[in-house]
């Protein structure tokens, strides 16, 4: 089936690192995506990974797969509180359907 | 305007009532999505337009009526609607309905029905 997971919510301070996890199960996808959810704001997408790759660096961004494990992770090196939305992970499997997660709140306090 | 733009932003109703969502992309594309996001609920894929023809209904009822009249413009057509409609009801547009091809969202509508 397809189903991808997050942790509902993550605090940290400003100026740390934060790491965003996800799994998903289909493992026919090629594509997995992080898109953030500022408040009162549609998704916006962050940065994307294919399947192939196990690593992507993008400024502050950093997203990590493994594909082994079905392990999504995306890293925000010295987080500001502009970081502050719900980041949202998605996969796209043989269906050509985007399937999202439930999305994980983080929260940057000063 | 740029994007993908969604009118109006907000919108109260009444479970008797008729309105409609619309959705405007500026980027050219080919494919238009509807989906719904309630609290604490993953994304909901609601229809898929490909080339003005939709190909994807994923047992949305029938309270939800689409409308996609060219590959620029896309419709939600509410009646007779349920409290637990309340959401915020996302569009997205990609260059097609192919797997790999990012979405766009616009901002979104949050709908409240009374």
């Known amino acids: 089936g397809e189903d991808v997971e997050q942790s509902l919510f993550l605090s940290v301070r400003e100026g740390d690192s934060s790491v965003i996890n996800c799994t998903y199960t289909d493992s026919s996808s090629t594509y997995l995506y992080w898109y953030k959810q500022e408040p009162g704001a549609g998704l916006q997408l962050l940065t994307y990974i294919f399947s192939n790759m196990d690593m992507k660096q993008d400024q502050r961004l950093t997203v990590l797969l493994n594909k082994k494990d079905k392990h999504l992770s995306l890293r925000i090196a010295d987080t500001q509180t502009g970081d502050s939305a719900i980041y949202f992970c998605?996969?796209?499997?043989?269906?050509?359907?985007?399937?999202f997660g439930q999305g994980t709140t983080l929260q940057v306090k000063p | 305007e740029t994007g993908v733009t969604q009118t109006p932003r907000h919108l109260v109703m009444g479970m008797t009532n008729k309105k409609s969502l619309k959705c405007e992309q500026h980027?050219?594309?080919?494919?238009m999505y509807w989906y719904k996001q309630s609290a604490k609920k993953p994304l909901e894929l609601m229809f898929v337009?490909?080339?003005?023809?939709?190909?994807e209904n994923n047992s949305v009822p029938s309270r939800f009526s689409p409308e996609c009249p060219n590959s620029s413009h896309l419709f939600l057509h509410l009646h007779t609607l349920q409290p637990e409609d309340s959401a915020l009801y996302l569009c997205?547009?990609?260059?097609?309905?192919?797997?790999?091809?990012?979405?766009?969202f616009g901002p979104g509508t949050r709908l409240t029905v009374t």
């Open positions: 337009y490909n080339f003005k023809e939709q190909t």
């Open positions: 980027l050219g594309h080919n494919a």
């Open positions: 998605a996969e796209i499997p043989y269906t050509g359907k985007l399937i």
């Open positions: 997205a547009s990609s260059q097609a309905r192919d797997s790999g091809y990012e979405q766009y």
